[in-house]
């Protein structure tokens, strides 16, 4: 995980960097940065969860039992999984931008030759600052596909949020916890989660931020709708 964080850097930089952008480009990366960054941290806690595991027992198979009963979602790899699919929320807009630009650069370059700079092709791009920037104003599809990347990501961050609702939450209600394991000498253990204020507390922070690109995510939907759409 270190070596995502680390390996992140240059992304990050590529995406301020690059010669064509379009609106809130560099504010999802960022984004996209405290996740990851933000999941690297909340998992230290849950790393030693098998050790965390007690029960009244000295019976092994019992306490292994009870910790496949108890905890029966894994927890750490759903968040990693749910990142890679907000990964490619924002790649989504990143493949269609880069397709868009070159997709018109050929017709403009087709439409000159033919016909000189007159009645050239509707072109979505225009040039701040050096960079080109995709002009959502004059493209409707990029909208579309605009909105749909930021839905997307919506879509994952809630169901990230319904994750730890009701998958990790739950599990750290204070112990002890019955042993519901389908074997009859196990069926009185008594187990407990040791570190449970450690391990809320990175649930805590992971909604934070989710919470926090869900209302982003959402504004910038409904300013791209009013601004792109309505006002077309």
């Not at 839905?151 to 609702?165: G, H």
């Not at 391990?199 to 300013?223: D, E, Q, R």
Request: net charge positive.
């Amino acid at each position: 995980m270190a070596a995502i964080v680390t390996g992140l850097i240059p992304i990050l930089r590529t995406a301020v960097d690059s010669t064509a952008t379009y609106k809130g480009r560099t504010m999802w990366f960022g984004l996209l940065c405290i996740r990851l960054v933000t999941v690297f941290l909340a998992q230290f806690p849950w790393k030693s969860l098998n050790e965390d595991f007690d029960c009244d027992t000295p019976n092994k198979f019992c306490v292994k039992a009870c910790f496949n009963t108890h905890f029966d979602n894994s927890i750490v790899m759903a968040w990693h999984f749910l990142f890679i699919l907000l990964v490619l929320s924002v790649l989504l807009m990143e493949l269609f931008s880069s397709h868009l630009r070159s997709a018109f650069q050929k017709k403009k370059e087709r439409e000159m030759a033919s016909q000189g700079e007159q009645g050239g092709v509707t072109d979505p791009t225009m040039t701040v600052g050096g960079r080109m920037m995709i002009d959502l104003h004059k493209s409707k599809s990029s909208v579309v596909v605009y909105l749909l990347s930021v839905m997307l990501r919506i879509a994952v961050e809630v169901l990230f949020v319904y994750v730890l609702v009701c998958w990790v939450l739950p599990k750290l209600d204070l112990g002890p916890y019955s042993c519901d394991a389908s074997f009859s000498n196990c069926s009185e253990v008594k187990c407990v989660v040791r570190g449970v204020a450690e391990k809320k507390m990175s649930v805590y922070a992971l909604l934070f931020i989710s919470a926090l690109v869900i209302i982003t995510s959402g504004m910038f939907c409904l300013y791209s709708i009013g601004h792109y759409l309505c006002d077309g």
